[in-house]
């Protein structure tokens, strides 16, 4: 004999906030449902400190769908912990609170009904909220366009400059070569030592330039 399984498949008016919910996202998802879907009735749920986060988006769908009617049910759930023999350990208790929120009157009202909004409160509070979305929007600071870094080109900080203390060449007549080489004869840093220093009586020398012509001194021609 086979059982029939029961269908655990959430409905989409279905909807359990948790502390992670957004409320942006819950409530573009709950107006889709009732635009699409064609649903006139929505569903929540939420479990301890995730209620503040329910009452909100319930508060906010009111001002942007009129006409909607509200009935509230709290009740507990208890979450227990038990052994491998299954004997209780502890047991905690927690508040839940379910809304429905429905475009028409419901038929049996309950302690926490509350019924429509007046048409004037719903237009100023509405129009509160889109002066407030408006402020943010001017008031968002403008990301686009900026690169990584300072600018580039010359004497900036990254690239090649011509200053001292910048990345690339040093200037003409600057001091050649890394800080602490040695200093050879001929007083200019990096020179072998040994090397001969140079001047107008070493340019036939090797490792020098070579001599102009037949003008040093001492010719026989």
Do not use: C, H, W
């Not at 809304?99 to 129009?127: F, H, M, N």
């Not at 840093?189 to 012509?213: D, E, K, L, M, S």
Request: no cysteine.
């Amino acid at each position: 004999m086979s059982k029939v399984k029961k269908d655990t498949k959430k409905e989409p008016n279905d909807i359990r906030i948790g502390m992670n919910s957004r409320p942006r996202n819950v409530i573009k998802y709950s107006t889709s449902v009732m635009d699409e879907l064609k649903l006139t009735e929505l569903r929540f749920s939420a479990v301890g400190g995730s209620i503040g986060i329910l009452l909100d988006i319930v508060e906010v769908l009111k001002i942007l769908k009129p006409g909607l009617y509200q009935q509230n049910k709290i009740t507990s759930v208890a979450y227990q912990t038990v052994d491998s023999n299954q004997k209780l350990l502890t047991q905690k208790l927690y508040p839940k609170l379910e809304v429905i929120l429905s475009k028409e009157e419901p038929k049996t009202k309950t302690e926490g009904y509350q019924g429509q909004l007046d048409e004037k409160d719903r237009k100023a509070i509405e129009t509160i909220m889109n002066k407030r979305k408006e402020e943010r929007e001017k008031n968002r600071p403008n990301t686009r366009g900026r690169g990584r870094g300072g600018p580039r080109g010359r004497g900036g900080f990254r690239g090649r400059g011509r200053g001292r203390g910048f990345r690339g060449r040093p200037r003409r007549g600057g001091r050649g070569g890394p800080r602490g080489a040695p200093r050879g004869r001929g007083g200019q840093r990096g020179a072998p030592r040994g090397a001969a220093p140079r001047g107008r009586g070493n340019r036939g020398q090797r490792g020098n330039t070579a001599p102009r012509g037949n003008r040093g001194r001492g010719s026989n021609n």
